[in-house]
T-cell receptor, first 113, second 114 residues
Framework: QKEVEQNSGPLSVPEGAIASLNCTYS??????FFWYRQYSGKSPELIMS????GDKEDGRFTAQLNKASQYVSLLIRDSQPSDSATYLC?????????????FGRGTQLTVWP | KAGVTQTPRYLIKTRGQQVTLSCSPI?????VSWYQQTPGQGLQFLFE???????NKGNFPGRFSGRQFSNSRSEMNVSTLELGDSALYLC?????????????FGQGTRLTVV
């Protein structure tokens, strides 16, 4: 079973704070990791991808990957009300399921002014 | 550069009918995957196509099928619709099939079965 687990939330932070979203995965064959943002009633939007251990920064977003501990996280600095959405963690594996994304259930984030 | 285009955006069908959904990937992208999203199950993988061949298939009944054309456009078909098929159907486009490739979603088709 290739499971991806996320805290369902809701996670509520004030504007300007750092929001921390976490994701764990069960399959050590997991190869690449993605964070998607989904606004209510909309489709998922890719915001970050990370393939190797360590941190990857893009603007206010930082993805962190630790393959030994099988977790990946997303930090959102200087959170804005427009960041309020559901954040989905997704994983790809090596092998026969090459292109398939395995999704967590998502963490709902609310940023209040 | 145009994104992933799915048509139609909304669809209402009756139980027992069949439906065909269409997806045009980003220009130059050759891999198309389909997902079903429901509040109860989250995002579930249906299948993936690359170079007109189905490469992966999720755990859905045979009523769900798909195909990909030589221009990488893809269709999925659901026959003998059931109430439980009501969902948001999402198409994702990738440059190639592989692990270190990013997938971009279309706006989705909202299917309601009554």
């Amino acid at each position: 079973q290739k499971e991806v687990e996320q805290n369902s939330g809701p996670l509520s932070v004030p504007e300007g704070a750092i929001a921390s979203l976490n994701c764990t995965y069960s399959d050590r064959g997991s190869q690449s990791f993605f964070w998607y943002r989904q606004y209510s009633g909309k489709s998922p939007e890719l915001i970050m991808s990370i393939y190797s251990n360590g941190d990857k920064e893009d603007g206010r977003f930082t993805a962190q990957l630790n393959k030994a501990s099988q977790y990946v996280s997303l930090l959102i600095r200087d959170s804005q009300p427009s960041d309020s959405a559901t954040y989905l963690c997704a994983v790809k594996h090596r092998g026969s399921t090459l292109g398939r994304l395995y999704f967590g259930r998502g963490t709902q984030l609310t940023v209040w002014p | 550069k145009a994104g992933v285009t799915q048509t139609p955006r909304y669809l209402i069908k009756t139980r027992g009918q069949q439906v065909t959904l269409s997806c045009s990937p980003i220009s130059g992208h050759r891999s198309v995957s389909w997902y079903q999203q429901t509040p109860g199950q989250g995002l579930q993988f249906l299948f993936e196509y690359f170079s007109e061949t189905q490469r992966n298939k999720g755990n859905f009944p045979g009523r769900f099928s798909g195909r990909q054309f030589s221009n990488s456009r893809s269709e999925m078909n659901v026959s003998t619709l059931e109430l439980g098929d009501s969902a948001l159907y999402l198409c994702a486009s990738s440059l190639v099939q592989g692990t270190n490739t990013e997938a971009f979603f279309g706006q989705g088709t909202r299917l309601t079965v009554v």
